[in-house]
């Protein structure tokens, strides 16, 4: 079995050499990593290209750049990676074994800072996640092509887009919460306010969960 990880990215340049370089061992065990970009301003494509297989662009969105990725996916296990999320390098024979039981799943997540709040915070999302069976983009969603073409691939809405998918994909299949982690940029959180953002994102949950939509949201969050 082997995987196809899609990254979709924009202005990405400061961190995606550090996300690909890990997974350049992954290529060479046969896994193929494809780069979807929504025409970013910066270097990323440039620095990015000599390490995946495929380049290929979309339209602005993660659901739109995830959806382009997977059109050139050759092999029938998807990762969906964000560019600010790192993987071990032995983190795809994780994947191929739990798959061998499950049909999708998702780490948990830890951040790069190592304040006592990012632990916190990281325990609240990961326990959250495994009793609600719905998984972030942060915790690199994996799951076989089969039932990602099934589901109908990701909504194309411009937030929620994990959430909607995780929806859809539990109907059909019990997630795998697996227990190894994936480390994610804490950037966001600091730069926008640790307390400003714990307040939006579940703010932006609960209003998403009572009906409210997700462009409505999108108009909301900028």
Not at 37 to 46: E, H, K, V
Not at 66 to 88: E, S
Not at 157 to 184: F, G, H, N, Y
Not at 195 to 212: D, E, N, Q, S
């Amino acid at each position: 079995m082997k995987i196809s990880v899609i990254l979709p990215v924009l202005n990405e340049a400061d961190s995606i050499e550090q996300t690909l370089l890990p997974l350049q061992s992954w290529r060479q065990r046969g896994h193929q990593l494809i780069l979807v970009d929504a025409q970013s301003r910066d270097n990323t494509l440039q620095l990015a290209r000599p390490l995946v297989d495929v380049v290929t662009q979309s339209t602005k969105g993660r659901a739109n750049q995830m959806n382009a990725g997977v059109k050139h996916a050759r092999h029938d296990i998807l990762l969906f990676l964000h560019a600010d999320t790192l993987l071990a390098e032995d983190t795809d024979q994780i994947v191929i074994n739990t798959l061998k039981t499950f049909q999708w799943g998702r780490f948990n997540v830890c951040f790069s800072s190592k304040q006592l709040i990012f632990s916190v915070i990281a325990s609240m999302m990961n326990i959250r996640s495994c009793l609600t069976g719905i998984a972030t983009g942060d915790q690199a969603i994996f799951i076989k092509k089969e039932l990602f073409n099934k589901v109908g691939g990701y909504p194309e809405q411009p937030l929620m887009e994990d959430i909607e998918l995780s929806k859809r994909l539990k109907r059909l299949s019990p997630i795998a919460c697996l227990q190894q982690t994936v480390e994610t940029s804490s950037r966001r959180w600091q730069n926008n306010g640790v307390f400003k953002t714990i307040i939006l994102m579940w703010w932006l949950r609960a209003a998403y969960f009572f009906g409210v939509s997700a462009d409505r949201l999108k108009h909301w969050y900028h």
